[in-house]
Structure formats: C-alpha cells, structure tokens
C-alpha cells in the first residue's frame, strides 16, 4: 500500500459528503458509486487504495461451479490483495447473484483486507456479517454469483456503482456510501478536506446560535470575515 497512514488518518474525518463537494468544485461531479450502502449501519469511516475485480453478464460455458477452481476466478483474486486494500468489485448492479459469501469474506479478513464495496450483493449475509469484513453493497441475495455473472479479471480499470475506477484508486466509505478519489487528486482533498469539515462545523454552531442561512451558507465578504478571525 503506498497510501500513508497519515492520508488514511486525515480522510478517516472528512465525509464522504465533504470529498464529494471538494471534488464538485474541481470538476469532478460522478465519484460517488450508486448502489454501495453499507451492510451494517454504525460502520466506521473507511479508507483504502482499490483493489477492482470485474464481473460481466452470466455466460451458460463459463459461469459454472467448476468455474471456481480456474486460474481466473474470484478465489485467485482475493489471494493476490495487499493488505489495507478496498475491494472493488463491478457486478453491473445485478442483485440476484450474491458475489461473495461467507468464506470468501472470511479470507478477505485474514488477508487484511479493509473493506468490500460493490454495485451488486452478497450472499450468506448473516456470516458475511459474522466475519466482521464491513461491505457497502445493494443487498443480499441467495443464488451464487455464477447465476448470474461470470468473473472475468482483476487489478484493471472497472465500473462499479457507474464510476469509472482504476487500480490504487483512493477509497472513502461511510454511511452516505462510497466516494472515490482519482490519485491525482488526492493531495487537494487532503488540503480541502479538512478545512471544508472546520468551516462546516463553524456554519452549524452558528445557525445553532440562531444565524440565518442568507450570507451565512455560503458564506458572503463579512460572514468570511468572522470565519478567518475565528481560526485566530
């Protein structure tokens, strides 16, 4: 992994809400991966290079059982994640085919594995859940993933979530969902994050405190004012 602890740390407190917002005001307004709800609520604010796995449609000579002990298949996959990584996985939103299950998830686990985030669903939920693993998903479902999806490759550019993701790709997950970061823009969210969070929190205590949202939110010249003499 070469994403620092000291970035893990800094966007660990900026929500993805915040990182979708720095990213808007660069250009940047499809990050957030549609789809990707977390499994659990209460999960802690995650943060992962991508590890991306692609799926595509079910084809009847490849999508089969025996399919999972070929060179090419999510086993294979899983055993080749570094540590501190975030799945990424690209089911195209199918919902009727778990991609992952308890055993899989468990490895994931042990691997050190951060966190799994997909557009589609998992299956065994209740021992996917008992693995501790946190997943962002759309569900759950009881069929196995080849009944409706063949793997086909990992480590390459995907779409999940209808967000374009490449390998090493930065990761933030929290209870909004999952927002990516392109690695070229990870030094500016870590530069605007955390101040966006300070002025945010300063804007609440100050409607708290019975401020009208007019010159307030955003901010206008005297409002600014106040802001900067505040940090002082």
Request: glycine share 18%.
């Given at each position: 992994m070469s994403l620092s602890q000291e970035a893990i740390k800094t966007l660990s407190h900026v929500t993805t809400a915040t990182i979708t917002t720095v990213l808007l005001k660069k250009g940047l307004r499809n990050v957030w991966m549609r789809g990707a709800r977390p499994l659990k609520l209460g999960q802690a604010r995650l943060v992962g290079e991508a590890f991306t796995l692609r799926f595509v449609p079910a084809r009847e000579d490849l999508a089969t059982p025996e399919s999972w002990s070929s060179p090419i298949s999510t086993r294979t996959a899983i055993e080749t994640m570094p540590e501190g990584c975030i799945a990424v996985v690209d089911a195209m939103g199918i919902t009727d085919a778990g991609i992952f299950g308890d055993i899989?998830?468990?490895?994931?686990?042990?691997?050190?594995?951060?966190?799994?985030?997909?557009?589609?669903?998992?299956?065994?939920?209740?021992?996917?859940?008992?693995?501790?693993?946190?997943?962002?998903?759309?569900?759950?479902?009881?069929?196995?993933?080849?009944?409706?999806?063949?793997?086909?490759?990992?480590?390459?550019?995907?779409?999940?979530?209808?967000?374009?993701v490449f390998p090493k790709d930065i990761v933030v997950a929290d209870q909004d969902g999952a927002v990516l970061i392109p690695q070229a823009m990870l030094d500016h969210v870590l530069a605007e994050g955390p101040e966006q969070e300070r002025m945010e929190a300063w804007i609440v205590d100050e409607v708290k405190n019975g401020a009208v949202l007019p010159g307030l939110y955003p901010m206008n010249a005297e409002t600014k004012a106040r802001y900067a003499a505040s940090k002082k």
């Open positions: 899989l998830c468990a490895r994931m686990v042990k691997r050190g594995v951060t966190a799994l985030i997909t557009d589609g669903v998992v299956r065994d939920v209740e021992g996917v859940l008992g693995t501790g693993l946190p997943v962002w998903c759309d569900g759950y479902a009881a069929p196995p993933s080849v009944a409706g999806l063949t793997f086909v490759g990992w480590d390459q550019p995907i779409g999940c979530g209808g967000v374009a």
